[in-house]
């Protein structure tokens, strides 16, 4: 009784969509070392067939709703210790099954509606003009090679002194394809306004708590791209405290020399 109450508390009254047994299926393998991601979505696939059949409102009830217990629990965890694991089973279940949920692209998501009155824009003329083109026949240069972005040498270096000390440590063997991945976590915090505006108010403790949220929030884009780091992270408390500490004193550094 207790645990169903759990799931009521957090996802809408009438919409059931799995139970008990697959948060328990889906919990045994994200939580075994050796589990697999294939694994994984052998699980939440059922449920996205179930979720493709509610009607719309219940589709976006759906959602919101376990998008709210996944924010709310994330950024609690970080000031509260929890002790009862069905709570964090449906956070962990929580936020791999929303990756997999179809967007409906008739409306903005909630939080886009929120952040902008889409009523106050309008398409309004402010030039008009002609390019002037000279006539005759003339070669076009060949077009070159796509512009790639990357950190500078600076910034790239202290990410490969983290795999070391990492791999020294903790002996986790971490590869190339994990610097990389680590590389683009820090590009997408690199840019995040409201962690720019923390560091900026507050002191490197409590910008910390920010940090904290924000790079737990962005670690979801690496359930597909790098399962295993993913895992690495979320299963060794101390791996990934030590992760974030480093990643949190390149990013103060890099906003630092913006000033």
């Given at each position: 009784?207790?645990?169903?109450?759990?799931?009521?508390?957090?996802?809408?009254?009438?919409?059931?969509?799995?139970?008990?047994?697959?948060?328990?299926?889906?919990?045994?393998i994200y939580f075994d070392p050796a589990g697999e991601l294939g694994a994984l979505h052998a699980v939440l696939d059922p449920i996205v067939v179930r979720f493709d059949e509610l009607e719309e409102a219940e589709?976006?009830?759906?959602?919101?709703?376990?998008?709210?217990?996944?924010?709310?629990?994330?950024?609690?965890?970080?000031?509260?210790?929890?002790?009862?694991?069905?709570?964090?089973?449906?956070?962990?279940?929580?936020?791999?099954?929303?990756?997999?949920?179809?967007?409906?692209?008739?409306?903005?998501?909630?939080?886009?509606?929120?952040?902008?009155?889409?009523?106050?824009?309008?398409?309004?003329?402010?030039?008009?003009?002609?390019?002037?083109?000279?006539?005759?026949?003339?070669?076009?240069?060949?077009?070159?090679?796509?512009?790639?972005?990357?950190?500078?040498?600076?910034?790239?270096?202290?990410?490969?002194?983290?795999?070391?000390?990492?791999?020294?440590?903790?002996?986790?063997?971490?590869?190339?394809?994990?610097?990389?991945?680590?590389?683009?976590?820090?590009?997408?915090?690199?840019?995040?306004?409201?962690?720019?505006?923390?560091?900026?108010?507050?002191?490197?403790?409590?910008?910390?708590?920010?940090?904290?949220?924000?790079?737990?929030?962005?670690?979801?884009?690496?359930?597909?791209?790098?399962?295993?780091?993913?895992?690495?992270?979320?299963?060794?408390?101390?791996?990934?405290?030590?992760?974030?500490?480093?990643?949190?004193?390149?990013?103060?550094?890099?906003?630092?020399?913006?000033?």
């Amino acid at each position: 009784m207790r645990r169903r109450l759990v799931r009521a508390r957090v996802l809408p009254a009438g919409v059931h969509l799995f139970g008990q047994e697959e948060l328990d299926a889906f919990a045994t393998i994200y939580f075994d070392p050796a589990g697999e991601l294939g694994a994984l979505h052998a699980v939440l696939d059922p449920i996205v067939v179930r979720f493709d059949e509610l009607e719309e409102a219940e589709r976006v009830e759906f959602r919101g709703s376990l998008g709210e217990y996944v924010r709310l629990y994330a950024f609690l965890s970080q000031v509260i210790r929890f002790v009862d694991a069905d709570l964090e089973k449906l956070y962990v279940f929580g936020r791999v099954l929303l990756r997999k949920l179809p967007v409906s692209r008739d409306e903005l998501p909630r939080e886009i509606q929120e952040a902008i009155d889409i009523e106050s824009y309008r398409i309004q003329k402010t030039r008009e003009g002609r390019i002037d083109l000279e006539r005759g026949v003339q070669e076009l240069e060949p077009r070159g090679a796509k512009e790639t972005f990357e950190l500078p040498l600076e910034d790239l270096e202290p990410l490969s002194q983290i795999i070391r000390e990492l791999n020294d440590r903790f002996g986790v063997g971490l590869t190339e394809e994990d610097r990389l991945s680590i590389e683009r976590l820090l590009e997408r915090i690199s840019d995040e306004p409201a962690l720019e505006a923390s560091v900026r108010v507050n002191t490197p403790e409590n910008a910390r708590l920010t940090f904290d949220h924000v790079v737990n929030d962005r670690l979801q884009d690496m359930i597909e791209s790098n399962f295993k780091l993913y895992k690495q992270i979320a299963d060794d408390p101390e791996f990934g405290g030590r992760l974030l500490d480093r990643l949190f004193e390149i990013y103060l550094e890099a906003k630092k020399l913006e000033t």
